[in-house]
């Protein structure tokens, strides 16, 4: 088989699944784990595809890719974010936590803290933080989205207005090149907005696959955030924005 023809393949794979691993595509075509992260590598420049770490995905402005695969994107990188990120909170502080795998992993970088009073619409950031006896967590009400227990609509924003807190821990989907915060729900983006309007000071967590990455709801700015934590440098022109607006830039 030709490369191109592989490549052409492994397009229409990723198309067709959302994302794929390189174990898989190695299976699928007998070659070399190598030979994959080349095509995949290549793929990306062209931008046929959205490399990620250990496999590819395939960018829409519409559907997210799948919770268990967002588990998995860029984990060693989310990880690295969220010991940086939790540096920042003090024992005793207050503050909201959105929905998101990247806060998900800042939960379970906070379990070495005490005394944190925590507010959060993710069911699974409440379970991780439920665990530690001094923490209180409290989980706002509203519809529970099955695919990933994000808690989304009316009740939980008007549930999340009534509270004001030290910190805003925010998740995104995407950070188009003109800053503006993107994610798939409208409904999650308002319930964001109003975390981002009752924190004292903002804490934007995403790793390098967001930038540039498209979808379809406009949450708000990255010149809202306060401190903005990434494993690569960003773009000039989502730099700019952040030396424009004194956001605190922290790569890790």
């Given amino acids: 088989m030709t490369q191109q023809r592989r490549q052409d393949l492994i397009v229409e794979k990723v198309k067709q699944s959302g994302f794929v691993t390189i174990d898989e595509l190695v299976e699928e075509f007998q070659v070399t784990p190598q030979t994959i992260r080349r095509d995949l590598n290549q793929l ?59 806060t998900e992993t800042v939960a ?13 619409n993710n069911i699974h950031v409440a379970s991780i933080l439920s665990a530690k006896e001094d923490f209180s967590v409290i989980i706002a009400g509203g519809e529970v989205r099955a695919r990933d227990g994000g808690i989304v609509g009316e009740a939980t924003r008007d549930f999340i207005d009534q509270f004001q807190m030290d910190f805003g821990i925010i998740g995104i989907s995407g950070i188009h090149t003109d800053g503006s915060l993107l994610d798939f ?24 696959s967001k930038f540039g990455r498209k979808a379809m709801v406009r949450l708000g700015n990255i010149s809202q955030a306060d401190h903005f934590f990434t494993d690569q440098t960003p773009p000039p022109e989502i730099n700019d924005i952040l030396i424009d607006n004194r956001v605190s830039l922290h790569i890790v």
């Fill in 185 to 208: 729900d409208y409904r999650e983006v308002r319930v964001a907005q109003t975390i981002i309007t009752n924190s004292n000071h903002v804490l934007l967590a995403a790793d390098h």
């Fill in 44 to 102: 990306a420049e062209e931008k046929k595809i959205r490399r990620h770490h250990g496999g590819a995905g395939i960018d829409s402005s519409t559907v997210n890719t799948e919770y268990n695969d967002r588990k998995i994107m860029n984990l060693t990188e989310k990880e690295r974010i969220a010991r940086e990120l939790v540096k920042m909170i003090p024992d005793g502080s207050s503050l909201f936590i959105n929905i998101g795998t990247t």
């Fill in 108 to 120: 379970r970088a906070l379990l070495d803290h005490h005394n944190l009073r925590i507010v959060t």
